[in-house]
């Protein structure tokens, strides 16, 4: 059973349309982190949420960290294909010496 | 810098062979771990190590060992390969623990027939 449940598993859309991809617990987290991973590679950190209800934009990319700190969403707007991969959220619980515990991630494709 | 590196990038093992996975990162991180990624599972923690001298277990320990001699290596040996270890397998390092960005390996993709 995952700690973290993601949702959806796939998205595909088109250039341009916005997309949301959730990240739920039952469990209270004390960070909670947001990577890309692309075909053959390690996953890329996008951004470490850490207060509840905190809301991080990175250019079109928006993170919302849930007020208390189970659940958290990603926003893209104006999708474009370059966005296309596997998002996975991460979070860690207070004193879990950095133990993180990973979604099974929502494979994004955005077709031009 | 090079960052974490992994070798090999692919391997095929028969059942029962036992072998090495490599891990090196040049960045002076104390925290190392290791996961590994299934279709549908996401990261799955096998073993973390806080600091050379120093390791302990993640969510999925059993058929693996670990150690950290210094800072910079962390191997993860398979002792005795099974069909359930097939998988991709990523090191990973970061500065601290709680809230540290991750930085991962490319990856292995190991096979076990």
């Known amino acids: 059973t995952q700690l973290l449940e993601q949702s959806p598993q796939f998205l595909s859309i088109q250039e341009g349309e916005n997309l949301t991809v959730y990240c739920n617990s039952s469990s209270v987290f004390s960070s909670l982190q947001w990577y890309r991973q692309e075909p053959g590679e390690g996953p890329v950190l996008l951004v470490t949420?850490?207060?509840?209800?905190e809301v991080k934009k990175l250019k079109r990319l928006t993170f919302q960290f849930g007020d208390a700190r189970k659940d958290s969403s990603l926003h893209i707007t104006a999708a474009q294909p370059g966005d296309t991969g596997l998002y996975l959220c991460?979070?860690?619980?207070?004193?879990?010496?950095?133990?993180?515990?990973f979604g099974a991630g929502t494979q994004v494709v955005v077709t031009p | 810098n090079a960052g974490v590196t992994q070798t090999p990038k692919f391997q095929v093992l028969k059942t029962g062979q036992s072998m090495t996975l490599q891990c090196a990162q040049d960045m002076n991180h104390e925290y190392m771990s290791w996961y590994r990624q299934d279709p549908g599972m996401g990261l799955r923690l096998i073993h973390y190590s806080v600091g050379a001298g120093i390791t302990d277990q993640g969510e999925v320990p059993n058929g693996y060992n670990v150690s950290r001699s210094t800072t910079e290596d962390f191997p993860l040996r398979l002792l005795s390969a099974a069909p359930s270890q097939t998988s991709v397998y990523f090191c990973?390092?970061?500065?601290?623990?709680?809230?540290?960005?991750?930085?991962f390996g490319p990856g292995t993709r190991l096979t076990v027939t």
């Open positions: 991460a979070g860690a619980k207070t004193d879990s010496w950095g133990k993180l515990q």
């Open positions: 949420v850490v207060t509840g209800g």
């Open positions: 990973a390092s970061s500065y601290g623990q709680e809230g540290y960005e991750q930085y």
